[in-house]
């Protein structure tokens, strides 16, 4: 009896051994509408950020070659303004050299005529000046002055010279178009003008470092 007990049916044995296997699903149930809503969230943003990405170095490159491109075309511009402006800003600087001289000159003349005024007997100085201008040997001299400054400078002479107006190498000449504290001086070769215009030109053209229009016009 414990023989027949331990004997068992192989067949019944192989059958009591097999057991359905377990298949297990990687979905584990239906998706709800949360979880739709989800995927697409993040499917959303995922993009959204490979857009924004790429959207921002494309939109950086195209800003730097953007600014570049506008930097050129100023740098350019302000090259050509530059050369434009070159000739004209040295004109500027020339006439307002100009003008400033003509302002001084303006100055030195109301002061001049002034100072002649509270002192005639300068002419004097400015008729020797004049005369010793003239080349050695020079004859037939003729001094022409305002008749006022004529009056002094024969008053002047007379005294230093000792001779007479008739022995004397020159002659003094009234003449009324000229204003006080002009002198003109000529010889038979000879022409010295001191006007007083005359000199204040000099001077502006000294201080220009040039000729001016009116000595130019004027010689």
Excluded at 37 to 56: L, S, T, V
Excluded at 156 to 167: D, F, K, Q
Aim: include cysteine; charged fraction near 35%.
């Amino acid at each position: 009896m414990s023989s027949h007990g331990a004997s068992k049916d192989p067949e019944k044995t192989a059958y009591e051994r097999w057991e359905l296997p377990v298949v297990e699903s990687e979905h584990r149930g239906p998706l709800t509408a949360s979880d739709l809503e989800n995927i697409q969230k993040q499917a959303f943003e995922e993009a959204w950020q490979r857009g924004y990405a790429e959207g921002m170095e494309k939109g950086r490159k195209e800003a730097v070659e953007q600014t570049r491109t506008a930097l050129e075309q100023a740098t350019a511009q302000l090259g050509t303004i530059l050369d434009t402006l070159t000739t004209p800003l040295e004109q500027i600087d020339r006439e307002i050299t100009e003008h400033l001289v003509e302002m001084v000159i303006a100055v030195a003349r109301h002061l001049v005529r002034r100072e002649l005024r509270t002192d005639p007997g300068q002419v004097v100085a400015v008729v020797r000046e004049s005369m010793e201008l003239l080349p050695t040997g020079a004859g037939n001299i003729r001094i022409f002055l305002h008749p006022e400054d004529a009056v002094l400078v024969r008053e002047a002479l007379s005294i230093t010279g000792g001779a007479s107006e008739r022995e004397r190498p020159w002659e003094i000449i009234d003449d009324p178009v000229l204003t006080r504290g002009d002198c003109r001086v000529k010889s038979d070769h000879s022409f010295i003008d001191a006007t007083l215009e005359k000199r204040l030109n000099r001077i502006a053209a000294e201080m220009l470092g040039g000729e001016r229009e009116e000595d130019r016009d004027e010689g």
